[in-house]
C-alpha cells in the first residue's frame, strides 16, 4: 500500500496531500482536488504483482451480504416479537401499561449502553466479542415468555412476578440491542456500502416478518385467551430460532475471504497510523472513485491517547445527518403505529384494518431500505432535506382524518401509509450508508454508533410525541 506524505494546510484548515509519483513499489499518482476541497485519488488496476493491495475476492454466493441482512432482521426481531405481542401481555397483566412500560425500559437502556458502548466497552472488547456476547443476551430473554407461560403462569391473569421478569427481559433485550446494533453498524460502516444497506434492509424485514406472522396467527387462531398465548408462543420461538441462526451466521461471515480482505485493510490503515479514506474501500470493490475525507485537528485519523477516536470532529461531519435521522423518526413513530391503529376506521375490513395497514408500512420500509443498492442518493444535503420534507406527512394525515369524505377511505390512507414506510425505509438506509463515509476508515465504527445513538434519539422522541397525538 503506498503512503501519503508532505501534507500542507490548504484555506480553512484542509488538508491537500501530495502523493508521490506511481512506481514499481506501488506508489501513487498525483492527487487531482476535486469541488469541496476534496482529494481524488485516481488508483491503477491493481494485479497480482501488486505488493500492497491486491483485488478483493468475490462475495460468493453473496453469503456475505446474506449473513449481514440476516443479522439486521435479527436484532430487531426480539423488540418485535414483544411489542407485537402486546395484547397476549396486555391481557395477562390487566392494569399494566405494558406497550409503554416497554418501550421505556427497551428504549432508556439501549440509549445508556450506547454511550457506554461508546465511550468504554468498544477500546475493551473487540466487535466480535460483542456481537456475539449480544446474541447469547437475547436468547434467554425470548426463551422466557413461552418457558414462563407453559410452567408458571399457564393462563393465569395477575401475576405480579411474572410482569416483572417480562419487563427485565426487554430491558435486557435492550442493553443487547445496543450491543448488537451498535457494534454491527460500526463493524458495517467500514466495508462497502453493500453490506450496510444489508443490515438496514434486514431490520425492515424484521418487521415484515412479525407482520406476516401476525396476519397468519389472526387468520388460523381463534381471538381468544388460547389464540392470544399460542400466538405470543409462536413469535418468541421464531425469534429464538433465527437468533440461533444469526450467532451461526455472524461466525461464519467473519471467516469469508471478502471479510477478512476488508478487516485487514482497517487493520492496517490503524497500524500504519497515516490517513486512510474510508471510501477507499468501495474503490477497492470497484464501485467508485476515491474522494478521502481529512480532518485538520488530526491528521492522520489515528487513534487518540488511550486508544479513542477523535469523537469532536467525527461528531461534527456526522451531527447533521444524525438530526435528520432524528427527524425520519419523531415524525414517523408520532403516526406509526399509534395513529394507524387508533384513529383511522374502515367499515370493509374492521379489526384487519390496522393490521394490514402496519403490514403495508414495513413492507414499503423494506422496498425504500433495499433501494439504495439500486438507486443511491449521494447527497447528504439533499437526504437531510428529504428528512425535513416529511413534515409534511402531518398535514396530509390530518387531512385524512379531519378533511372531506373522500380522504377518510381506505385509497387515501393507504397510500398515505406506503409512502410514510418508503420514504422512512429510503432515507434511513441512505444515511446510514453516508455517515461512515464521511470520516477515516479507522474512525468509521465510532461513527456507525454515533449514528445509532442519534437512530435511538429519534425512536425515543417519537415515541414521545406520539403520547400527545400530533394529528
Not at 414483544?82 to 418501550?103: H, N
Not at 399509534?338 to 379489526?351: A, F, N, Q, R
Request: proline fraction near 6%; glycine fraction near 8%.
Amino acid at each position: 500500500m503506498g503512503f501519503f506524505r508532505n501534507p500542507r494546510e490548504k484555506n480553512g484548515g484542509k488538508v491537500e496531500l501530495d502523493l508521490p509519483p506511481l512506481t514499481d513499489k506501488g506508489n501513487s499518482p498525483p492527487p487531482k482536488e476535486k469541488n469541496g476541497g476534496k482529494v481524488e485519488q485516481d488508483l491503477p488496476p491493481l494485479t497480482d504483482k501488486d505488493k500492497g493491495n491486491p483485488p478483493p475476492p468475490k462475495d460468493t454466493f453473496n453469503l456475505a451480504y446474506i449473513s449481514y441482512f440476516t443479522l439486521g432482521t435479527g436484532y430487531l426481531l426480539p423488540w418485535n416479537a414483544f411489542i407485537t405481542a402486546v395484547d397476549y401481555f396486555s391481557y395477562i397483566y390487566p392494569g399494566k401499561r405494558v406497550d409503554r412500560v416497554f418501550s421505556v425500559g427497551y428504549m432508556v437502556t439501549g440509549l445508556f449502553f450506547l454511550l457506554i458502548l461508546l465511550t468504554w466497552a468498544r477500546r475493551r472488547f473487540s466487535a466480535r466479542v460483542r456481537i456475539n456476547l449480544g446474541l447469547l443476551m437475547f436468547l434467554p430473554c425470548l426463551l422466557a415468555v413461552p418457558v414462563m407461560d407453559a410452567a408458571y403462569i399457564k393462563g393465569h391473569r395477575g401475576l405480579d412476578s411474572g410482569y416483572y421478569i417480562t419487563v427485565a427481559a426487554v430491558v435486557v433485550c435492550g442493553i443487547a440491542d445496543a450491543i448488537v446494533q451498535g457494534s454491527l453498524i460500526g463493524s458495517a460502516g467500514e466495508l462497502p456500502e453493500e453490506f450496510m444497506q444489508a443490515v438496514v434492509s434486514g431490520t425492515a424485514a424484521s418487521g415484515v416478518l412479525v407482520s406476516a406472522l401476525r396476519i397468519l396467527t389472526k387468520a388460523a387462531l381463534a381471538q381468544d385467551v388460547q389464540g392470544l398465548r399460542t400466538s405470543a408462543i409462536l413469535y418468541f420461538i421464531a425469534s429464538s430460532v433465527l437468533m440461533a441462526i444469526c450467532l451461526v451466521c455472524y461466525n461464519m461471515v467473519n471467516q469469508l475471504p471478502v471479510i477478512k480482505y476488508y478487516n485487514e485493510l482497517k487493520r492496517k490503515a490503524v497500524e500504519s497510523k497515516f490517513l486512510l479514506g474510508n471510501t477507499i474501500v468501495n474503490n477497492l470493490a470497484g464501485t467508485k472513485d476515491i474522494s478521502i475525507p481529512v480532518a485538520s485537528n488530526n491528521l492522520y485519523g489515528a487513534p487518540n491517547k488511550g486508544g479513542g477516536s477523535n469523537f469532536w470532529h467525527i461528531l461534527r461531519q456526522t451531527k447533521w445527518l444524525g438530526i435528520g435521522l432524528i427527524l425520519i423518526y419523531v415524525v414517523t413513530l408520532s403516526i406509526f403505529p399509534g395513529y394507524i391503529t387508533e384513529d383511522v376506521h374502515s367499515p370493509l375490513l374492521k379489526d384487519w384494518y390496522p393490521i394490514l395497514l402496519i403490514a403495508c408500512y414495513n413492507i414499503f420500509d423494506l422496498v425504500g431500505k433495499s433501494l439504495t443498492a439500486y438507486l443511491m442518493l449521494e447527497s447528504a444535503a439533499i437526504a437531510i432535506g428529504g428528512s425535513v420534507a416529511r413534515l409534511l406527512f402531518y398535514p396530509l394525515f390530518y387531512v385524512c382524518l379531519h378533511g372531506p369524505h373522500f380522504f377518510h377511505t381506505e385509497i387515501p390512507v393507504v397510500t398515505l401509509t406506503c409512502l410514510l414506510g418508503l420514504t422512512n425505509g429510503y432515507l434511513t438506509s441512505v444515511i446510514m450508508i453516508i455517515a461512515p463515509k464521511k470520516v477515516p476508515l479507522q474512525e468509521a465504527e465510532v461513527a456507525g454508533i454515533i449514528i445509532v445513538i442519534f437512530l435511538v434519539i429519534g425512536l425515543a422522541m417519537g415515541s414521545i410525541v406520539a403520547w400527545f397525538w400530533v394529528i
